[in-house]
């Protein structure tokens, strides 16, 4: 294994941790509402506090990221995994939880902006969408493990919940070990340090110096009319990423297969099957991305989604519920081979290096907050409006259909250099 690759796939733990902590949840979220008497409000704010978190997290990673360096904040990064990890275990009351969860959450929002975009900049232009996607396949490996170890300590009595939450320290102590033999960034260091400092990196990633940008050493602002069409494209693609609803399905699969009729059992069971799917899709698509490229795997993706939401509303309502495990892992593979592929990488790459780490903190505080919209309005509508499952997936379904329109007129990224970034997006 060449060093870009060993750097990255160590950079990219960061995603199994964040995919781990994204979906743990679901397995737990139940048993806590039961534990400690959660009406619908209070038990959709205690699932979507790691959302709020990561929102927090994603304003912040771009800044902390551009003056301390990529790598010192991917190490306080997998601190904050494990002190959450151990915190919710351990918490005696919902407020500590919360609070430990809140952590998580701030982790997971500064690892979706900071592991992107380490990757993006150590990652040649031929490969960086396998590369970046490294990220994203990490992202569904913790989610579908999530999965399978809530299956495993569901049946271990009324302290299972901890158990579910408990493990993610395992992993995170890993990740901070790992991190310590990456080097920096090395397009951090040609606007931070220098060439001579950058050069050194280069070489060990096995590629040539790049020229030191204009703007070496300097703060740029991201919000400037120059960086308006990049500023557009990345918000709306996570606004768009998080309106098909797939943070709801992560977080609360368990509670939808038993709205449909499934034994509780089964409803711990079948989210192993919809992990395993996103693993699988998101390996295809992370191989096709860098020959396809980005635009095209977005909008055939966007075609299965709508048709397997529709399905899934219909399912809800009663109408071939029996299938409705087959309709959302036709949804998930549309979504893995589309949207889950493509996210992650677009926003690392689609702003100029100089507002990079700005731009994709932007994405992703735009990604988060409607992540925490969902998952906390999702348990509100399903319990107080009567078929709400129905009319919550059909909504996501008409929300496919204006991000096709959307993907039609974003540019096409793949096999560009970071550095031409500027002259795809004018």
């Known amino acids: 294994m060449n060093n870009v690759w060993k750097y990255a796939l160590i950079a990219s733990l960061g995603g199994f941790l964040f995919g781990f902590e994204t979906a743990v949840i679901s397995g737990a979220e139940q048993i806590i509402q039961r534990l400690w008497a959660l009406d619908a409000f209070w038990h959709g704010l205690t699932v979507s506090i790691s959302l709020i978190g990561t929102i927090l997290g994603a304003l912040l990673a771009g800044r902390i990221s551009d003056r301390y360096g990529r790598k010192p904040v991917l190490l306080v990064i997998a601190l904050l995994y494990l002190f959450s990890a151990i915190g919710c275990a351990l918490s005696p009351y919902w ?14 929002g500064i690892s979706s902006v900071v592991g992107p975009v380490y990757i993006s900049e150590i990652a040649p232009s031929k490969d960086r969408g396998k590369l970046t996607g490294l990220f994203q396949i990490m992202i569904v490996s913790g989610i579908f ?36 033999s990456i ?16 050069a050194q990196v280069f070489q060990l990633l096995g590629q040539p110096v790049q020229a030191a940008p204009a703007t070496s050493k300097g703060q740029v602002s991201l919000f400037q009319s120059q960086y308006m069409k990049p500023i557009v494209f990345a918000v709306l693609l996570a606004f768009f990423n998080q309106m098909t609803g797939i943070n709801a399905i992560l977080y609360y699969a368990p509670r939808i297969f038993e709205m449909a009729g499934f034994d509780a059992k089964l409803s711990y069971l079948q989210p192993i099957f919809i992990g395993g799917t996103n693993v699988f899709f ?17 909008l055939s993706g966007a075609i299965g989604m709508f048709i397997f939401l529709l399905l899934t509303a219909f399912g809800l309502k009663g109408e071939n519920s029996g299938m409705l495990l087959y309709y959302i892992i036709g949804f998930i593979a549309s979504f893995a081979l589309s949207q889950g592929a493509v996210i992650w990488v677009f926003l690392a790459e689609i702003f100029p290096n ?3 780490a700005q731009g994709s903190s932007l994405g992703s505080t735009t990604h988060w907050v409607f992540a925490a919209l969902i998952s906390w309005i999702f348990p509100v509508i399903v319990e107080s409006v009567p078929q709400g499952g129905y009319y919550i997936f059909l909504f996501y379904a008409i929300m496919v259909v204006l991000s096709f329109i959307f993907i039609l ?8 250099s970071l550095e031409d970034m500027d002259s795809i997006v004018h």
């Open 183 to 198: 080097p920096e960034s090395p397009r951090w260091l040609l606007l931070h340090k220098g060439k001579e400092e950058a």
């Open 95 to 108: 407020s500590f939880f919360l609070l430990f969860r809140l952590l998580g959450g701030l982790a997971v």
């Open 409 to 416: 007129f974003i540019p096409e990224t793949k096999g560009k």
């Open 282 to 298: 998101t390996l295809l698509g992370m191989s096709i991305i860098d020959r396809i490229g980005r635009k095209k795997l977005l």
């Open 354 to 356: 100089e507002v990079r």
């Open 145 to 180: 493990i999530a999965y399978l170890t809530n299956f495993l300590f569901a049946d271990t009595g009324e302290d299972s919940w901890r158990y579910m939450l408990g493990i993610m320290a395992l992993p995170a102590l890993l990740f901070y070990v790992l991190l310590r």
